[in-house]
């Protein structure tokens, strides 16, 4: 796992190559909605991407992480099937819903049932490289998003400098990183995290406590704030140093936004003394979405180590998976 962070900036890097050759269908009718259809590792794109390009884009982006599709799908909307195996059951269902609705499908994988059907129905679809967890095949899920939604024009084509950006970040900040992370896992380690990120990088958030889940075999939870200043602000009232605390921050935070993170980091210090602070670098959100992705990726596996768990492992959703097929 750990050379599977170690080549995050060389993954964005091919995916940039991949989506620059993908051969997609021209398609001129306009969209009134976008749904992406994913889980886990290979979902979580999808809530990324779709904060990214929300000042963007002029129609909604949705994501979808179940069996079957909201009633506004129709001849109208673009779907974008992602499974990086290409046999994830929610989504291999889902993806048969958007056919009968006659909407426009897109689907990314590496293999498996999607792409074959593709292959057999003549979907457009980019297939990306096989062989790692779905987790870890995250730069080239997320590029291929935005290549897709480039093609539709629903965006413009500067995530592409952005993200070449991100890759000269990664690799001139990597010995910083990997620095940051080890103190962080430190924090961390024997304790419950929980993450608060400013609004806008939720995505980010779910992501790293995904990350602590899988990689680090460890419960998390996460909020977003403001949103977090209207309710679990007011959970925090016995002292718990079992509990420690990650706050996600961007020097470019909205500045009502950052007095909030200021009160909160203040009154949650009253009852843990594990907080710390994790400040995005970069210019575009893009660029400082990777560099905490990085980051946080990094403090996962570091974890994993502490603990002398196998990051690979997911041995229960595989029995899972199993009792499923049974069905």
Not at 71 to 77: D, F, L, P
Request: glycine residues 6%; hydrophobic residues 40%; proline residues 3%.
């Amino acid at each position: 796992m750990k050379e599977l962070i170690e080549n995050f900036g060389n993954q964005l890097k091919e995916a940039l190559i991949i989506g620059s050759n993908s051969k997609l269908e021209k398609y001129k009718k306009p969209f009134s909605n976008v749904l992406i259809i994913g889980m886990g590792g290979s979902g979580i794109a999808g809530t990324i991407i779709s904060e990214l390009v929300s000042h963007e884009s002029k129609i909604p982006i949705l994501v979808s992480k179940t069996y079957f599709l909201p009633s506004y799908v129709s001849e109208n909307s673009l779907v974008i099937i992602s499974s990086y195996s290409g046999n994830t059951e929610e989504t291999v269902e889902a993806i048969k819903h958007a056919l009968k609705r006659k909407a426009k499908v897109v689907c990314i994988a590496s293999g498996g049932k999607i792409l074959k059907m593709a292959g057999e129905k003549r979907i457009d679809h980019i297939a990306i490289p096989k062989g790692m967890p779905p987790r870890a095949g995250l730069g080239y899920s997320i590029v291929s998003m935005f290549f897709i939604l480039y093609h539709f024009k629903i965006i413009g084509g500067k995530f592409r400098a952005e993200f070449k950006a991100s890759v000269k970040l990664i690799k001139k900040e990597g010995k910083n990183i990997q620095k940051e992370a080890k103190k962080v896992a430190k924090v961390l380690f024997k304790k419950i995290p929980i993450i608060y990120s400013p609004v806008g990088y939720e995505g980010v958030s779910v992501r790293f406590r995904q990350q602590l889940n899988e990689t680090s075999k460890m419960l998390a939870s996460h909020h977003v704030i403001p949103e977090m200043n209207h309710n679990e602000i007011v959970g925090w009232r016995k002292k718990n140093n079992n509990l420690a605390v990650v706050i996600l921050r961007n020097d470019s935070d909205y500045l009502r936004v950052k007095k909030r993170i200021d009160f909160t980091k203040k009154v949650i210090s009253k009852y843990t003394s594990n907080v710390v602070e994790i400040y995005s670098k970069g210019h575009s959100m893009i660029e400082k979405s990777m560099h905490l992705i990085h980051l946080t990726d990094w403090i996962a596996v570091i974890l994993a180590q502490m603990k002398k768990v196998d990051p690979r492992e997911v041995q229960v959703i595989e029995s899972l998976k199993v009792i499923l097929k049974n069905l």
